[in-house]
């Protein structure tokens, strides 16, 4: 993602457009909460003649609800119904609109004081006009629905006819402009539906695959097999007389990041005849040095190295080994999980257009324009300015979209057809074996527990993927992973192991694997201490105080982590008791990310060895406001399935002499909706701290939970992913 | 050689191959890109279309087997009362989240409760187990088409 930077001080400027619509242009600069990190957000707000608002939606939609709550936020503050506010999705432009990310939950976190201040500055200079042209001060002056009011002498009039004054008056200084207060919100706290379900219920062309510039060709790929491996030589004749096949590019151009995606493409007037001309290729790869690498190869050198000593320091405190050895009780175990794909529904595609004068310009699902921007600009050598890129709806992120991958692959398809639109589009097993994937990784972890049972010492050995003393990228664990900060005496050590996979960020990344790690560890700490996991937790959290962050992340607040674990027990009737059903498993799990606390409970039963979630109970803090309580619901209910698929469903990413095998949904299965809970019920602490996203942090806990709760069922304890009990 | 087709009730000539799947007849041909490609294996149901009555994965349909048939697609789904109902609780309960699978789910949705429009909660779960949402709005969709079941049953009362 892109690092985020400041160029200027906020300002807000308006003008007229066409002597009608009052345009207004914010710029702000703001330090994100909990962030040294300063970021910068444009919005574009336009008040038409009949008094609609058009509103720019600048960050990519990929079902996380983005394109309604950023909106939300700016229509509030400039005091407009909703009912009048018109949505239009942004192009990419750092300039105008700052980052336009959709990653790591941030951009709650980012825009949520900017852009109700850019909206609230709009609103101070249509005050600001109708007191000039009443003659009254603005302090006399209300507003609400779009026009400003003077109760004194019962005038009105609308912000559409307050235009001409309005972009003739100074405008405010966006850091001191006043906000609502909470109780005054009309628009934000109240549910809102998505601004596109309209159009997705009618099937109308929003998605990247959707994309249709007239005289569009397509694309399809012959991909290495191998991951980093590179094209060694090719014969097209027998493809290029395939029907509608019009070229074959080969695609080599430099070094996509972090791997070689080395393939060639067939382009011609219809994908699905490029797709079926694939199997006329004929094509040699040079895949030496890569194909030694496989599933089996890892686990196999990863059981040698947790038994070696770690070749990293991650975290130390105090003197584990002494502290274990003076231990009452000492528990230990080690722990597993695969690789993952992200498996978007939308498959990896992208479009783009090399125009006569060099420029190119793209119809792109990415969650992360101005990092491709970049990308493709270094590997082919060219202006970034001399991109255009339109933002579709994206049909599922979790994080992939996030890589550049496609996108370069599609201009050095586009940049060998000038002139003419190619789509790329990936079919099922392209997009299942050329992932960023989620890294597999192993714990050994070790654990004493003094006479009291209180938790005194905690080793890690972590396996993960790397190279020069360093993980990979998603392949890393957080030097204060809890309860790490708080014990006296701890180890946390790395080892690395070597992969030709292109690796990346899958939702709650990093956490989607540690929690399971941690949380179910803690598990059978507590229960060698005689206790249960809450009340272990809690009592290792101990006073209430902020844990010193990770550089660039915010603190480990333990009193809103108290506050998430006894609402979630209070509100599942948590006693602590193991299950006496047979067949019944209750289960728990607390984590920490992306800003967000969450403790969840889950219900479940096992009938032969089958596991049925029954139940769901979360409890979350993510500050002081739910923007949007609709789309939060959606977003929870969608983060813990997406948590049960990963536990339970999904089947590793295998890998056998280099290449991954995995072809489609039958070997990479999703869950569907038989699988998926009766119940899942939700609860909000509110604080009183900046609101925060809701993408990503429901996730974590409920991996941990259901391992918990199998381990209540059945007594036996799970510690590789997926879980299974077969 | 054309081949004649009814889609949402019109009348339509392509001249293309015959084995093309009806997918990319629609995207490609048709000009009717609401019908998504999720698998190309008859796995997640996105391209699911109604097929006299039926529904089917049209990535899995050869044109020939759907020619002179009367398909549905997204696009014409509420000219049916059923797909009407269906649609209106979709958007009443707001299901979509990213939306790509949605067009598939509707018209699983609209053909079972056009055959059946009183499922059980077991019927239809059985009955949209075909269709994958990766969002995971499953406990939605099955609220929408108990919503759409009784406002088809109130419709005919």
Same mark, same amino acid.
């Given at each position: 993602m892109n690092a985020v930077s400041v160029s200027r001080r906020s300002f807000l400027a308006a003008s007229?457009?066409?002597?009608?619509a009052l345009t207004f242009e914010a710029k702000l600069a703001f330090a994100a909460s909990g962030s040294a990190t300063p970021a910068m957000l444009g919005a574009f707000i336009t008040i038409e003649a009949d008094n609609s608002v058009t509103i720019l939606a600048k960050n990519p939609e990929i079902g996380q609800g983005v394109k309604t709550m950023l909106p939300m936020l700016i229509a509030e503050e400039l005091?407009?119904?909703w009912s009048q506010v018109k949505i239009q999705q942004a192009d990419d432009n750092y300039e105008k609109y700052g980052p336009q990310f959709a990653g790591g939950s941030m951009t709650t976190p980012l825009n949520w004081l900017p852009a109700r201040q850019a909206g609230a500055g709009a609103r101070a200079m249509l005050v600001a006009a109708a007191a000039q042209q009443w003659g009254v001060p603005a302090a006399s002056l209300t507003t609400g629905e779009g026009k400003v009011l003077h109760a004194a002498s *019962?005038?009105? #009039? =609308?912000?559409?006819?307050?235009a001409p004054v309005a972009a003739k008056m100074a405008a405010p200084d966006l850091e001191k402009v006043p906000l609502k207060s909470t109780k005054d919100f009309k628009i934000v706290g109240k549910a809102m539906k998505g601004v596109d379900t309209p159009a997705i219920v009618r099937g109308e062309p929003l998605f990247g695959i959707d994309a249709q510039p007239p005289g569009m060709l397509y694309a399809a790929m012959v991909k290495c097999p191998v991951i980093s491996g590179t094209l060694k030589s090719f014969d097209d004749a027998a493809v290029r007389k395939e029907k509608g096949v019009l070229a074959v590019v080969p695609i080599t151009d430099g070094e996509i990041p972090a791997g070689k995606h080395n393939a060639v493409a067939i382009v011609g007037d219809s994908w699905w005849r490029v797709h079926k001309a694939r199997e006329k290729l004929a094509v040699q790869w040079d895949t030496a040095g890569f194909d030694g690498f496989s599933t089996e190869g890892y686990t196999a050198k990863a059981k040698a190295l947790l038994g070696a000593a770690p070749s990293a320091e991650l975290f130390k405190a105090g003197n584990a080994d002494a502290a274990l050895a003076k231990a009452a009780k000492v528990i230990t175990a080690d722990y597993a999980y695969p690789f993952l794909a992200h498996a978007t529904l939308e498959p990896q595609n992208c479009t783009a257009l090399w125009h006569a004068d060099g420029k190119l310009e793209f119809w792109a699902p990415t969650q992360d324009?101005?990092?491709?921007?970049?990308? #493709?600009?270094?590997?082919?050598? #060219?202006?970034?300015a001399s991109l255009t890129i339109h933002m579709t709806r994206i049909g599922g992120g979790f994080g992939r979209r996030l890589m550049?991958?496609? $996108?370069?692959? =599609?201009?050095? #398809?586009?940049k060998a057809m000038p002139g003419r639109p190619v789509k790329l589009l990936y079919d099922?097993?392209?997009d299942l074996r050329n992932d960023y994937f989620r890294p597999a990784g192993w714990h050994? $972890? =070790?654990?004493?527990i003094d006479a009291a049972g209180a938790l005194v010492a905690l080793k890690d050995h972590f396996i993960t993927f790397g190279a020069n003393g360093k993980p990979m990228r998603a392949a890393e664990m957080r030097a204060t992973e809890f309860p790490g900060p708080v014990l006296p005496d701890v180890h946390f050590g790395m080892s690395f192991l070597p992969t030709n996979l292109t690796? *990346?960020?899958l939702r709650a990344p990093t956490s989607n694997a540690v929690s399971f790690v941690f949380q179910g560890f803690l598990d059978e700490v507590a229960e060698a201490a005689g206790t249960d996991l809450p009340s272990l937790m809690l009592r290792t959290l101990g006073a209430t105080r902020q844990l010193p962050p990770e550089p660039d992340d915010t603190p480990f607040d333990t009193g809103r982590a108290r506050g998430v674990i006894e609402a979630v027990c209070k509100f599942a009737g948590w006693t602590g008791k193991r299950s006496t059903t047979s067949g019944k498993g209750r289960g728990f799990g607390f984590y920490f990310s992306h800003r967000g606390y969450f403790a969840e409970v889950v219900d479940l039963t096992v009938v032969d060895g089958a596991v049925t979630i029954d139940k769901v109970w979360i409890a979350g803090d993510i500050g002081s406001q739910v923007i949007n309580p609709l789309n939060a619901e959606h977003q929870m209910q969608g983060a813990v399935i997406d948590g049960i698929a990963q536990a339970m469903v999904w089947q590793p990413i295998e890998q056998k002499a280099g290449a991954v095998n995995n072809e489609n949904f039958g070997d990479f299965p999703l869950i569907r909706v038989n699988q998926t809970p009766a119940e899942v019920v939700m609860t909000w602490v509110v604080t009183d701290n900046p609101p925060t996203g809701l993408g990503e942090p429901t996730l974590p806990p409920v991996i941990p939970a259901i391992a918990n709760a199998i381990k209540d069922a059945t007594g036996k304890r799970l510690r590789s992913l997926p879980l299974s009990l077969a | 050689m054309a081949i004649s087709l009814t889609v949402n009730r019109k009348a339509r000539t392509v001249d293309v191959e015959p084995d093309k799947p009806l997918l990319w007849v629609l995207r490609e041909d048709l000009g009717m890109p609401g019908t998504k490609f999720g698998c190309g294996a008859g796995l997640c149901g996105a391209c699911t279309v109604i097929l006299n009555g039926e529904a089917v994965r049209s990535c899995q349909t050869a044109l020939s087997d759907a020619a002179g048939k009367d398909i549905v697609t997204i696009e014409g789904v509420t000219a049916s009362p059923v797909g009407a109902k269906v649609v209106e609780a979709w958007t009443d309960l707001d299901v979509p989240q990213c939306g790509y699978c949605q067009a598939g789910q509707i018209m699983s949705a609209t053909a079972m409760l056009t055959a059946n429009s009183k499922p059980t909660a077991d019927e239809v779960t059985a009955g949209m187990a075909g269709n994958i949402c990766r969002c995971a709005t499953y406990l939605r969709i099955q609220k929408a088409i108990a919503q759409a079941s009784k406002a088809i049953a109130g419709g005919a009362a």
């Open positions: 007229l457009v066409g002597g009608a005091d407009v119904a *019962g005038r009105s #009039i =609308t912000y559409a006819a307050l324009p101005g990092t491709a921007r970049g990308d #493709i600009a270094k590997v082919l050598g #060219i202006d970034p550049s991958d496609f $996108m370069i692959q =599609t201009a050095c #398809i586009a099922r097993a392209d050994r $972890m =070790t654990a004493g690796t *990346g960020w | -």
